[in-house]
């Protein structure tokens, strides 16, 4: 029988109130309270979150506000940057490329929960994972929801709610989130 963590990563309906996820969690929720007790510049930030998170690259910026369910499965590539108050819900992957800039506020939501209000109730959860191409900048506010992918070097405009993939070389804006233009590569 499956696990509710394993549910979970492969896309079913779980239970967060599983004993194993919530202690990943509780893990995840101490050392961003760790990260977040530091002053500003404390290299010791760097390496909690290269403990808190799936992957990194070797230069990465991250700064205050940020929160997340797990932290292992958020994967960043080279060269990322969040401004402050950026919220991950890394219930399923989320993949994040090369140069990505995230500006405030910026939310990435892999989970949901069922319309249907019995299930729902019951505390049942699902989440799909959430993919970002490289050279990728999302404004500030942007909320994307889960099962989407951005692809590279597109310009996602403040205040969007990003609902569906969106593809590469393009500025989409509004709510929901569609393309607006398309970029030429210089
Ligand atoms: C790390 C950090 O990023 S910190 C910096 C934080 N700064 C931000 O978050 C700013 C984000 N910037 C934006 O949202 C900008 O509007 C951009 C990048 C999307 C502008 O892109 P451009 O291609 O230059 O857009 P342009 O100004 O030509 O607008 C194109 C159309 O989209 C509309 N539009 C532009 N931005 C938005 C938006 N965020 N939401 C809704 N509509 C928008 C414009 O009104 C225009 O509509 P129209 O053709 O009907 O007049």
Redesign the pocket.
């Given at each position: 029988m499956k696990s509710e963590k394993q549910k979970m990563l492969s896309g079913e309906l779980y239970l967060a109130t599983d004993n194993e996820l919530l202690s990943e969690r509780e893990r995840a929720s101490q050392l961003v309270f760790e990260i977040h007790s530091l002053p500003p510049g404390n290299p010791q930030k760097q390496l909690l979150f290269k403990k808190l998170l799936g992957t990194t690259g070797n230069s990465f910026v991250i700064e205050k506000g940020f929160h997340c369910d797990y932290g292992y499965n958020i994967h960043l590539g080279e060269n990322f940057?969040a401004?402050v108050n950026c919220t991950i819900l890394d219930c399923a992957e989320v993949r994040i490329g090369n140069n990505v800039?995230?500006?405030?506020n910026v939310g990435i939501y892999t989970a949901g929960h069922p319309l249907d209000t019995t299930l729902r109730v019951a505390g049942q959860e699902f989440a799909y994972p959430v993919t970002i191409g490289d050279n990728v900048?999302l404004?500030?506010n942007v909320l994307v929801l889960p099962n989407v992918t951005i692809g590279a070097n597109t310009?996602i405009?403040?205040?969007?709610v990003v609902t569906k993939n969106i593809p590469a070389n393009v500025?989409a804006?509004?709510n929901p989130c569609r393309v607006?233009?398309e970029l030429t590569t210089s």
């Open positions: 940057y401004n800039l995230f500006a405030p900048w404004g500030a310009v405009g403040a205040g969007s500025v804006v509004g607006v233009k």
